[in-house]
T-cell receptor, first 115, second 114 residues
Framework: ETGVTQSPTHLIKTRGQQVTLRCSSQ?????VSWYQQALGQGPQFIFQ???????GRGNFPPRFSGLQFPNYSSELNVNALELDDSALYLC??????????????FGQGTRLTVV | AQTVTQSQPEMSVQEAETVTLSCTYD???????LFWYKQPPSRQMILVIR??????QNATENRFSVNFQKAAKSFSLKISDSQLGDTAMYFC???????????FGEGTQLTVNP
């Protein structure tokens, strides 16, 4: 059974640029959620994807967007990067709500630094 | 809106001793789950223990147990026989079954001293 994997592990971008982060879900999990964790804080929910559709969104602007692919992997795209976007971005996979098991399994995260 | 509060930013404990981390939450839902996650310096969020709100019995996982007080909306984590490897940031999290997100607290940095 493969766990959740994210790439890249570290990334440095310039303000105004665009970035794409990638996530492969755990085997058998078809739901992927993305979280932003600023330094010293708890993770904040960005959005969730299920069956290639957005299934819930947190309080993040539209320049945060995502995709889910038929193999359940997912991308997080951030346009027009701002300094405050510097954070650890966590991907979590799970079974869809209603299937009993509610545990989310996390990847090791992508550390994004915007300069 | 759901909220999770951890009022202890930092705690320390001696190896082999017991420590309790506190968490309070607020939700208007009747059907939800509560979790404790551990985040070591490696950054990966690791599930420690899970509690279903409809279960009165407190969850236990080896050295980890919870005290779930539903009426008080309190969910504390007890770690027995603390080990050096328990040193990490611990997050309390709430999942409402009507939604799609985990709501996390601010975290408690636990240090286990030799």
């Amino acid at each position: 059974e493969t766990g959740v994997t994210q790439s890249p592990t570290h990334l440095i971008k310039t303000r105004g640029q665009q970035v794409t982060l990638r996530c492969s879900s755990q085997s058998g999990h078809n739901t992927v959620s993305w979280y932003q964790q600023a330094l010293g804080q708890g993770p904040q929910f960005i959005f969730q994807y299920y069956r290639e559709e957005e299934n819930g969104r947190g309080n993040f602007p539209p320049r945060f967007s995502g995709l889910q692919f038929p193999n359940y992997s997912s991308e997080l795209n951030v346009n027009a990067l701002e300094l405050d976007d510097s954070a650890l971005y966590l991907c979590a996979s799970s079974l869809p709500p209603g299937q009993g098991k509610t545990e989310a399994f996390f990847g090791q995260g992508t550390r994004l630094t915007v300069v | 809106a759901q909220t999770v509060t951890q009022s202890q930013p930092e705690m320390s404990v001696q190896e082999a001793e017991t420590v309790t981390l506190s968490c309070t939450y607020d939700t208007s839902e009747s059907n939800y789950y509560l979790f404790w996650y551990k985040q070591p310096p490696s950054r990966q969020m690791i599930l420690v223990i899970r509690q279903e709100a409809y279960k009165q019995q407190n969850a236990t996982e080896n050295r980890f147990s919870v005290n779930f007080q539903k009426a008080a909306k309190s969910f504390s984590l007890k770690i027995s026989d603390s080990q050096l490897g328990d040193t990490a940031m611990y997050f309390c999290a709430l999942f409402e079954t009507s939604g799609s997100r985990l709501t996390f607290g601010e975290g408690t940095q636990l240090t286990v001293n030799p």
